[in-house]
């Protein structure tokens, strides 16, 4: 249970995610699907086919993913930076996909029925 508040803290807000070499695999894994899942038609033969996403190639998801399961903790710490410096270039539909994905969200956010809240009721003194 430890590590699953540690790993709720590390977001405060979708402008702040600090990753670890962890939830960086975790995310990178999850952006690869939500970029596989986008298609485009293209005609084949005279006939329309739905190709799925290859954004994920170009922005060498695969290359990063290897990099953050290596065993040389250099190489993991290079797959972390690059990693760091693509986020902030996807746009804040797909990271919050990712995010939904990977299970983070941030917990001031949510509704007050929503069991994650763990909010306490404003206690009123008058009462």
Known sequence: MDGYWS???Q?????????????????VAALNRVLAARTHRRKVMG????IPGQLGEALQLPQIIRRLQSKQARQREQGLEDFQELWPTLSPATREKVLDRIGWYDPKSLDWEDKRSNRRPVVDPDH
């Open 7 to 9: 790993f709720v803290k």
């Open 11 to 27: 977001v405060a807000t979708l402008d702040n995610e600090e990753f670890d070499i962890e939830t960086a695999l975790d995310a």
């Open 47 to 50: 006939q329309e086919v739905l």
